[in-house]
């Protein structure tokens, strides 16, 4: 995974996780259009990062979302080590 991707993937995680918080806060409350969001993300990641390459796994996971971050914080560090072992 390119350096640059690992930026982006890091990015989108980020989003994917307050969007995540969000939906827990908001349990109450009409949550359709977050869970929405949060289903639209994760496939939009696995797609444009090519997810299932790095973790084969991980396409299974899709539908738990605490699972998939999992997972793709387990790929970030992985390809976040090997540059900074390159460095």
């Known amino acids: 995974m390119e350096e640059l991707d690992v930026q982006r993937l890091k990015k989108a995680l980020d989003y994917l996780e307050s969007k995540q918080r969000e939906l827990k806060r908001e349990h109450q409350n009409d949550t359709r259009s977050i869970d929405s969001l949060i289903k639209y993300l ?46």
């Open 42 to 87: 994760k496939r939009d990641m696995l797609e444009q990062f090519h997810l299932s390459k790095y973790d084969h796994e991980i396409k299974p996971e899709i539908k738990n979302t605490e699972n998939f971050i999992s997972n793709v914080k387990n790929i970030l560090e992985k390809y976040s080590v090997k540059y900074t072992e390159e460095i």
